[in-house]
């Protein structure tokens, strides 16, 4: 695990990355939500990384989340970015900010029938496969619109945009083409004026890339080992 001072200087200069980037596509630095992803780091992580200003907080798993969450007495704000499994949304809904990686309908219908029973409205996003990545989560672009629709008679789920993960690459100029078909994708859904369907947030950037998606219309971009430091596998 990192130091404090190794935590805040990673902050300054992902904050000094972001804040270029905005300069950039002559965004406001405001339009951006830092996502500060915490998965496989221990709850003394958080704490240290809520220390230095940040408190939204991403994980990948429900039963790491809601650990922590249980572990943290602290208003933070808690994104569920990672692959979710129906028998799981019980565990997360009324607990999470925003479940960003909805990729059927089937787990949208949990996740609304979940809500529904501890009558919540859950913030959520549809994950995309925009590079159609065989080992990827997330439906095609074709499957988008149906989707939406079907979502939009739901009363307990607010259906704020998109998200993807782009694939892995050395380059991050070679992912802005997915980040421009997701603002694309959100736009032309926009455009059709669906009844409680909002199309405000775009999740997309890692550390690798984030500026790049940054350029291209990012609302939230969801950054880890660029602030946390390389992630242990071998435990």
Known sequence: MLTYEEIKKNIADVEARISAACE??????????????????????VLLANDCGLR???????????????????SLEWHLI??????????????????????????????????????????????????????????SCGE?????????????????GLMTVAPYTEDPEENRQYFKKLRDLSVDINSKNIDNVNMSVLSMGMTGDFEVA?????????????????RDYSA
């Open 24 to 45: 950039r596509a002559g965004r406001n630095r405001s339009e951006v939500t830092l996502i500060a992803v915490s998965k496989m780091n221990p709850a003394e992580a």
């Open 56 to 74: 939204v907080f991403g994980e990948n798993k429900v039963q790491e989340m809601c650990g922590k969450m249980d572990e943290i007495d602290r």
């Open 82 to 139: 990672g692959h979710l499994q129906t028998n799981k949304v019980k565990y997360c809904i009324g607990r999470t900010a925003m479940i960003h990686s909805v990729d059927s309908l089937k787990l949208a219908e949990e996740i609304e029938k979940e809500s529904a029973k501890k009558s919540v409205v859950t913030p959520i996003l549809i994950e995309m496969n925009v590079a159609e990545e065989e080992s990827k989560f997330g439906i």
């Open 144 to 160: 988008l619109e149906a989707l939406v629709r079907a979502l939009s008679h739901m009363e307990h789920i607010k259906l704020m």
């Open 214 to 230: 940054i350029e291209e219309g990012a609302t939230h971009i969801r950054v880890g080992t660029g602030i946390f430091g390389a």
